[in-house]
């Protein structure tokens, strides 16, 4: 049985039961939330993933994106991505190759790794198209679902599937004049095809079939967004809304089916649209986790977008967000390297922490307090322990070379906290 059909007898599965440890709720909000959708925990039958529950009520959880390129195919780089991305505390990580060797990634990488691994398995579909001398245009529908299986078979935790491109949907974009047009990949490969066959988006018209599949193997949804706004002034347009509209008819009968399913959200979004998206999601979408790209909130900062969507990562998560994607500094310029992964991840881990603090969840305020006592009693040690990153902290206090320990290079002995400590 899935995670939720469990909930909705009662019952409290090992990973709820892990979760709440975690996180520090009750057995009986985990049960509820599951069961109504809220709460989703990604986990194939086939796989031992570490439990992760993403929504309501528990911890903004993170996820990191690696995987190879027609352009750059390097396993034994994504690979070591994969254990980065898990040092530095990534919550999920989802395998996004297209390169020719992709089975091979995918395998490898949920080898290494036992944290929950999302796809997006129209990318594979379309390379079995590419590699048949076809174009993407010409994509069968029995690949598409003989590849949604195929990796649920394997174990896939959660995929990405765009379900909510459809026919008359991709009529009226036609219409939208947007500045970007389709930005996502997976949301392209589908509106192309619908375009081009004159035919209904398969993953909408067959989704009972694609609610079976998941049922089987308890697969989450993760439905995109396949027209989200690639720039500023796409963001909260028609086409955008309408497909989030579709997407939130879709949760409802995932929902139904005691199928997991959350929701992908935008990725350029002006910083004073961001909270209205969170809300509208959560309406029309009855409740499911949403898992949005940043936001990225200017688009100006071509090296510098993991900060970017750190600013608007930290305002979706007190908002209502549940799920951040990361950004590395490397997005919209090419295949990021290590230190952009690391970069990326540390970024978003900050924005979720914002967040979350920002909720008054305890278990980050608990963090914050540690922090603040152990820089209080000049415990560089225990500062850099709790830090996101304690590499780059402990170096810049190295070069400080001072033989007295309270006390840094910045302020020296007029340390406020030195020359006050025992007075307040």
């Known amino acids: 049985m899935t995670q939720m059909e469990e909930a909705k007898k009662g019952n409290i599965t090992p990973e709820m039961e892990k979760i709440c440890e975690?996180?520090?709720?009750?057995?009986?909000?985990?049960?509820?939330?599951?069961?109504?959708?809220?709460?989703?925990?990604?986990?194939?039958i086939n796989r031992n993933t570490e439990a992760c529950g993403i929504g309501e009520g528990l911890s903004t959880k993170i996820n990191a994106n690696i995987?190879?390129?027609?352009?750059i195919e390097n396993i034994k780089l994504e690979t070591h991505k994969?254990?980065?991305?898990?040092?530095?505390?990534?919550?999920?990580?989802?395998?996004?190759?297209?390169?020719?060797?992709?089975?091979?990634?995918?395998?490898?990488?949920?080898?290494?790794?036992?944290?929950?691994i999302g796809t997006v398995p129209i990318y594979e579909a379309g390379v079995i198209t590419l590699n048949k001398g076809n174009e993407i245009i010409d994509m069968e529908e029995d690949d598409i679902f003989k590849t949604i299986e195929k990796q649920a078979k394997e174990g896939v935790d959660f995929m990405t599937l765009h379900c909510g491109i459809t026919q008359d949907l991709v009529k009226k974009l036609k219409n939208a004049k947007r500045e970007m047009g389709i930005v996502s990949r997976g949301?392209?490969?589908?509106?192309?095809?619908?375009?081009?066959?004159?035919?209904?988006?398969?993953?909408?018209?067959?989704?009972?079939?694609?609610?079976?599949?998941?049922?089987?193997?308890?697969?989450?949804?993760?439905?995109?967004?396949?027209?989200?706004?690639?720039?500023?002034?796409?963001?909260?347009?028609?086409?955008q809304i309408q497909e989030l509209v579709t997407l939130g008819t879709l949760?409802?009968?995932?929902?139904?089916?005691?199928?997991?399913?959350?929701?992908?959200?935008?990725?350029?979004?002006?910083?004073?649209?961001?909270?209205?998206?969170?809300?509208?999601?959560?309406?029309?979408?009855?409740?499911?986790?949403?898992?949005?790209?940043?936001?990225?909130?200017?688009?100006l900062a071509p090296g510098y977008d993991h900060i970017t969507s750190a600013i608007g990562g930290?305002?979706?998560?007190?908002?209502?967000?549940?799920?951040l994607c990361y950004v590395t500094p490397a997005e919209h310029l090419g295949l990021p390297e290590l230190d952009d992964v690391k970069e990326g991840i540390i970024a978003s881990k900050i924005a979720a922490q914002a967040g979350d603090v920002a909720l008054g969840l305890d278990t980050a305020w608990e963090k914050e307090?540690?922090?603040?006592?152990?820089?209080?009693?000049?415990?560089?040690?225990?500062?850099?322990?709790?830090?996101?990153?304690?590499?780059?902290?402990?170096?810049?206090?190295?070069?400080?070379?001072?033989?007295?320990n309270e006390m840094c290079t910045m302020c020296g002995e007029y340390c406020s906290v030195k020359i006050a400590k025992d007075d307040f």
């Not at 995109?224 to 347009?237: E, F, K």
């Open 82 to 116: 994969a254990k980065l991305c898990m040092e530095y505390g990534a919550d999920a990580l989802m395998d996004l190759s297209t390169g020719p060797d992709l089975e091979l990634f995918r395998k490898q990488i949920m080898e290494t790794v036992n944290i929950p």
């Open 314 to 323: 930290a305002i979706a998560a007190s908002s209502g967000a549940d799920f």
């Open 369 to 404: 307090k540690m922090m603040s006592k152990a820089r209080r009693n000049f415990d560089w040690d225990q500062q850099f322990d709790i830090a996101f990153d304690s590499s780059k902290p402990r170096k810049y206090r190295d070069k400080c070379k001072l033989d007295d």
């Open 187 to 239: 949301g392209t490969f589908l509106a192309s095809w619908i375009l081009h066959n004159e035919k209904e988006n398969p993953l909408y018209e067959n989704y009972d079939y694609l609610l079976e599949l998941a049922k089987e193997y308890d697969i989450t949804l993760s439905l995109g967004d396949g027209l989200r706004p690639g720039c500023l002034s796409d963001a909260s347009d028609v086409p």
């Open 22 to 44: 975690k996180e520090r709720i009750s057995t009986k909000e985990i049960i509820t939330k599951v069961a109504e959708g809220k709460i989703v925990i990604p986990k194939n």
């Open 251 to 299: 949760v409802k009968r995932a929902q139904e089916a005691s199928v997991q399913s959350m929701v992908e959200g935008p990725g350029h979004v002006p910083l004073n649209q961001i909270k209205s998206n969170m809300e509208i999601q959560k309406t029309l979408c009855y409740g499911a986790p949403f898992y949005v790209l940043g936001p990225i909130v200017t688009d």
């Open 67 to 71: 995987g190879s390129s027609s352009k």
